[in-house]
């Protein structure tokens, strides 16, 4: 087959049939300011972490909500819990102790 240097997207649809939304339920219950992102990446933007690793907060919290946990665990160990990311979020989230409970949420294997 020809190659022409790019290739279709993979689909962003949301699976709600096999997605897993387990860490999402669990943090909207014990942080429900969780709910609240716009997805502005502000907290990315001034992240800690993010400055010497690639570590994006916004896009952990999006995959969340999505429901697209897989290497989660791996990519949430980066947060160094400074709770820079709070003091811009625009929407006043809690993110330091989303984060909190992203990791409880995992060390509890997802049972809420
Ligand atoms: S700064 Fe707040 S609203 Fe913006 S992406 Fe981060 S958590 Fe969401
Ligand atoms: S608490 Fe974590 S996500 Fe927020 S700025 Fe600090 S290292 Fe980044």
């Known amino acids: 087959m020809k190659e022409w240097g790019y ?8 699976d709600f049939e096999n997605n897993d939304f387990s860490i999402s339920r669990f943090v909207e219950l014990h942080e429900p300011s969780f709910s609240w992102c716009i ?5 990315t933007a001034t992240c800690s972490a993010a ?4 570590f994006n907060p916004r896009k952990v919290n999006l995959l969340i909500q999505r429901g697209e946990i897989k ?11 400074c709770g ?7 929407r006043g989230i809690n ?10 949420a995992i060390s509890k294997s997802y049972a809420l």
Do not use: H, Y
């Open 71 to 81: 290497g989660i665990e791996d990519e949430i160990a980066k947060c160094m819990l």
């Open 39 to 43: 997805g502005c990446g502000s907290c």
């Open 51 to 54: 400055k010497f690793t690639d």
């Open 95 to 104: 993110t330091r102790n989303v984060v909190q409970n992203i990791k409880r």
């Open 84 to 90: 820079k990311c709070q003091l811009v979020c625009p």
């Open 7 to 14: 290739s279709i997207l993979k689909g962003r649809q949301i």
